[in-house]
């Protein structure tokens, strides 16, 4: 993430919706009940666009761009209305990743969690050289805030 005379803006390759799950007592390998769960937006540029958004009272100086599965683009898009985000991502056929988090806060050495991260989008060649830069065009330069590119991408 790099600061331009357009504001700020964030990359993100490989976005994920964020599936965590209360599992007070988890047990691998046993039947668990879930006592609370919260689906949300995810990857590292979206979560960078979201706080800087919010914190910084940068609303509106903040573009997020990058990867989002057309299939579940609904929490990003609500996301990014709620903080004032500029929606700069190129939608790709299917779904983004899914990360599943198990957390037992009650567990008897503390609390732990467990992460199942599920594998995402295929990116097209031509996505990125087609897509993503005609999406950042005039906004200055960008800098990523990615965890790993997505199969496809350069």
């Known amino acids: 993430m ?12 490989d976005a994920a919706v964020d599936q965590t799950r209360e599992c ?10 879930v006592a609370a769960q919260t689906f949300t937006a995810g990857g590292k540029g979206i979560h ?3 706080f ?15 990867f989002l ?9 609500a996301l990014f209305r709620e903080r004032g985000i500029e ?11 899914v990360d599943i988090k198990v957390v037992d806060r009650l567990g008897p050495e503390g609390p732990r969690g467990t992460d199942i991260n599920l594998p995402g989008l295929v990116v097209p060649a031509a996505a990125p050289r087609d ?4 999406r950042q065009a005039g906004r200055g330069r960008a800098g990523a805030a990615a965890r790993r590119a997505p199969p496809g991408a350069p």
Not at 2 to 13: H, I, K
């Open 69 to 77: 599965g057309s299939d579940d683009a609904a929490p990003f898009e």
């Open 87 to 97: 929606d700069r991502c190129l939608r790709l056929p299917g779904a983004s990743r």
């Open 2 to 13: 790099t600061s331009s005379r357009d504001g700020l803006v964030t990359v993100t390759l």
């Open 131 to 134: 897509g993503l830069r005609g």
């Open 24 to 33: 007070p007592g988890f047990a691998a390998g046993a039947v668990n009940r």
């Open 52 to 66: 800087l958004a919010e914190r910084s009272g940068r609303a509106g100086r903040v573009t997020a761009t990058g």
């Open 48 to 50: 960078v666009a979201a």
